[in-house]
């Protein structure tokens, strides 16, 4: 079965510092997306980073990068320098090949302390 | 600016008073979502559409209808709304790389 796990309900980081939030994936397909939303406390749905499963190497958006290691099934989200504009709740989703369907984990609630 | 617009951002109902979530997107994306948000389960798909007229059942369809009768629209009717549906909703259109959601709605059923 499909799945996305993100087994860190709640993390803290000092401002300035980096942080990796975990992602693992489940699916037998070969071909996949995997994405990061960041929501904040307004509630809004902000996306981050996508990497594709076919892809080699990682993906990176200013300071956000992905670290894809497929043979683990892992897809951790790695920020740089954190603000403390990026406290936030992060989703990591899954979306399939041949559906437009989104899997998404239960989040991790990242904190950033100055 | 591409955008998806969702109304109202807030609401509070009584149990099974029938009410509307609208929802516009101007990408003329053919691909629509309706998600629910609630704490310790991340968002799951109630319906989904892959163009007008067409749609189908996600995770969680129960007491939730749709239409898409227009590319840009895709409503959400909870014909008779039941505490169990207070939660954070999302309509989402899906561009190549992922979706664009919409600001969200808060909804109360007491």
């Known amino acids: 079965a499909q799945k996305i796990t993100q087994t860190q309900p709640g993390m803290f980081v000092q401002e300035k510092e980096a942080v990796t939030l975990d992602c693992t994936y489940d699916?037998?397909?070969?071909?996949?997306?995997l994405f990061w939303y960041k929501q904040p406390s307004s509630g809004e749905m902000i996306f981050l980073i996508y990497?594709?499963?076919?892809?080699?190497q990682n993906a990176t958006e200013g300071r956000y990068s992905l670290n894809f290691q497929k043979a683990r099934k892992s897809a951790n989200l790695v920020i740089s320098a954190s603000q403390l504009g990026d406290s936030a709740m992060y989703f990591c989703?899954?979306?399939?090949?041949?559906?437009?369907?989104?899997?998404f984990g239960t989040g991790t609630r990242l904190k950033v302390l100055a | 600016e591409a955008q998806v617009t969702q109304n109202p951002r807030y609401l509070i109902t009584v149990t099974g008073k029938k009410l509307t979530v609208t929802c516009s997107q101007n990408m003329n994306h053919e691909y629509m979502s309706w998600y629910r948000q609630d704490p310790g389960l991340g968002l799951r798909q109630i319906y989904y559409s892959m163009n007008v007229e067409v749609t189908d059942k996600g995770d969680v369809p129960e007491g939730y209808k749709v239409s898409r009768k227009e590319k840009r629209n895709f409503p959400l009717i909870l014909e008779s709304p039941s505490p169990n549906q207070t939660s954070l909703y999302f309509c989402?259109?899906?561009?190549?790389?992922?979706?664009?959601f919409g600001s969200g709605t808060r909804l109360t059923v007491v």
């Open positions: 699916t037998s397909d070969q071909s996949y997306g």
């Open positions: 990497q594709g499963s076919y892809d080699e």
């Open positions: 989402a259109s899906r561009g190549a790389y992922g979706y664009t």
């Open positions: 989703a899954m979306s399939l090949s041949g559906t437009y369907k989104y899997i």
